[in-house]
């Protein structure tokens, strides 16, 4: 089977800042992304967990894109100027895809 090369990236933010990544990714016309929960994890701050949290403050969502490799680093430095204020990962992965017409 055929693979071609795509690059894919990995948004780490906190659910407030969800709709404003999104709207970067909508404005640069980026062909998809998915939007999961975080229910727990651990950085260099210590282990965290969603239970016990009211609302959106606090919890953190990761949004995966996956895209042609030409218009990675104009989205990168786009989505870098939003969460370098901000809590926040961005993670950039090398992907093999079977259908590119998908990104």
Request: net charge negative.
């Amino acid at each position: 089977m055929k693979t071609y090369p795509k690059k894919r990236i990995e948004i780490m933010v906190e659910a407030p800042l969800m709709n404003r990544v999104i709207s970067i990714l909508d404005e640069n016309e980026t062909g998809g992304y998915t939007v999961l929960p975080a229910l727990a994890g651990r950085g260099k701050d210590g282990s965290w967990h969603r239970d016990g949290l009211v609302g959106r403050v606090g919890s953190v969502v990761q949004i995966v894109v996956i895209l042609d490799e030409t218009r990675a680093d104009d989205l990168l430095d786009k989505i870098f100027q939003l969460v370098s204020c901000q809590i926040g990962i961005v993670t950039v992965s090398d992907v093999q895809v079977v259908r590119p017409e998908n990104f």
